[in-house]
């Protein structure tokens, strides 16, 4: 197989699970995100701290075909780009049919992207965190945890020309992390929303396990017997909403009958939250893996996981 120039060698099989564990994954929910903002450095070191299996990172591309880490198709949330470029916003219909003003990340460049600013939004005591690049995040838990990154609305950056499955592949080839592992587990699982997405990732990354991430309106289509079945053929876990475990704990054993791990998300609790509320979350975490036996869970409270 070769990816982006590199030779790489995989197995013929191309479906695995996590090898057996007497502990599930803490995936850590765009870092430790309660307590920092999302999708920083500052973010991504609190997961490591914290004692994250995964950390993970949403990812872009900007408009010079680097991978960023950002959970929105937009900039506007989660920094300063609304006042350091006023003029290159697009404007669209938003609900209610009211006109909106949106920054998509894939109209700037990467050096554009490190002038904003990505902490203040949170708290001023992250005034001046950056944007990080897939690759600054992989230099910062490489070794430390494994990565568990999203393709954001890959369908969308297709329609654009730009090929983010492939620039993925290139990275983690890049940086030897195809066939990796951490702790004896995968060094990289991938996941997306998008079916066709997670296809193609298995054509490109056979050796990468990938998990099909699910919300309320794909349930139907894949929560099911036959569903999980056709899931298998090209995924290796689900990431249902825990809401949706909850509706129907049964879809756990028949994921599991089916092959198919899974990872729920997402658990959490206000970085200001009482103790009854934190602990509230610890306790619903602990209920998932004792009695719903999932394989691992995504949440923003890295430091709440029971161990």
Same mark, same amino acid.
């Given at each position: 197989?070769?990816?982006?120039?590199?030779?790489?060698?995989?197995?013929?099989?191309?479906?695995?699970?996590?090898?057996?564990?007497?502990?599930?994954?803490?995936?850590?929910?765009?870092?430790?995100?309660?307590?920092?903002?999302?999708?920083?450095?500052?973010?991504?070191?609190?997961?490591?701290?914290?004692?994250?299996?995964?950390?993970?990172?949403?990812?872009?591309?900007?408009?010079?075909?680097?991978?960023?880490?950002?959970?929105?198709?937009?900039?506007?949330?989660?920094?300063?780009?609304?006042?350091?470029?006023?003029?290159?916003?697009?404007?669209?219909?938003?609900?209610?049919?009211?006109?909106?003003?949106?920054?998509?990340?894939?109209?700037?460049?990467?050096?554009?992207?490190?002038?904003?600013?990505?902490?203040?939004?949170?708290?001023?005591?992250?005034?001046?965190?950056?944007?990080?690049?897939?690759?600054?995040?992989?230099?910062?838990?490489?070794?430390?945890?494994?990565?568990?990154?999203?393709?954001?609305?890959?369908?969308?950056?297709?329609?654009?020309?730009?090929?983010?499955?492939? $620039? =993925?592949? @290139?990275?983690?080839?890049?940086? %030897? *992390?195809?066939?990796?592992?951490?702790?004896? &587990?995968? +060094?990289?699982?991938?996941?997306?929303?998008?079916?066709?997405?997670?296809?193609?990732?298995?054509?490109?990354?056979?050796?990468?396990?990938?998990?099909?991430?699910?919300?309320?309106?794909?349930?139907?289509?894949?929560?099911?017997?036959?569903?999980?079945?056709?899931?298998?053929?090209?995924?290796?876990?689900?990431?249902?909403?825990?809401?949706?475990?909850?509706?129907?704990? $049964? =879809?756990? @054993?028949?994921?599991?009958?089916? %092959? *198919?791990?899974?990872?729920?998300?997402?658990? &959490?609790? +206000?970085?200001?939250?009482?103790?009854?509320?934190?602990?509230?979350?610890?306790?619903?975490?602990?209920?998932?893996?004792?009695?719903?036996?999932?394989?691992?869970?995504?949440?923003?409270?890295?430091?709440?996981?029971?161990?």
């Amino acid at each position: 197989m070769v990816v982006a120039g590199a030779t790489v060698d995989v197995p013929a099989a191309t479906r695995f699970m996590m090898p057996p564990s007497s502990s599930p994954w803490l995936v850590a929910h765009r870092g430790a995100s309660a307590y920092a903002p999302e999708h920083t450095i500052a973010a991504y070191t609190l997961a490591l701290e914290q004692g994250a299996d995964y950390v993970e990172q949403d990812l872009t591309l900007t408009r010079d075909g680097v991978l960023v880490c950002l959970h929105d198709d937009t900039l506007e949330r989660t920094t300063d780009v609304e006042t350091r470029f006023p003029d290159r916003a697009v404007a669209e219909t938003g609900a209610g049919g009211s006109p909106v003003k949106r920054w998509y990340a894939n109209d700037f460049t990467l050096a554009e992207l490190k002038t904003l600013d990505a902490g203040s939004w949170f708290d001023a005591r992250f005034a001046g965190e950056r944007v990080p690049t897939f690759e600054e995040a992989i230099a910062l838990v490489k070794g430390r945890a494994g990565i568990f990154p999203e393709l954001k609305s890959p369908a969308r950056l297709n329609a654009r020309g730009v090929d983010v499955e492939q $620039a =993925v592949a @290139a990275v983690l080839a890049k940086h %030897g *992390l195809i066939d990796a592992q951490v702790k004896g &587990r995968p +060094a990289v699982y991938l996941q997306s929303f998008e079916e066709k997405s997670v296809r193609r990732l298995a054509t490109l990354l056979p050796a990468v396990p990938r998990a099909l991430l699910i919300g309320a309106k794909d349930a139907a289509r894949w929560l099911t017997a036959d569903g999980l079945r056709e899931a298998k053929t090209f995924a290796t876990a689900i990431g249902p909403a825990r809401a949706l475990i909850e509706a129907r704990p $049964a =879809v756990v @054993a028949e994921a599991h009958a089916a %092959g *198919l791990a899974v990872v729920p998300y997402t658990f &959490r609790a +206000a970085r200001d939250a009482a103790a009854p509320a934190r602990d509230a979350v610890r306790d619903e975490m602990r209920r998932f893996i004792a009695e719903r036996g999932v394989d691992g869970l995504f949440t923003d409270n890295p430091d709440l996981f029971p161990r």
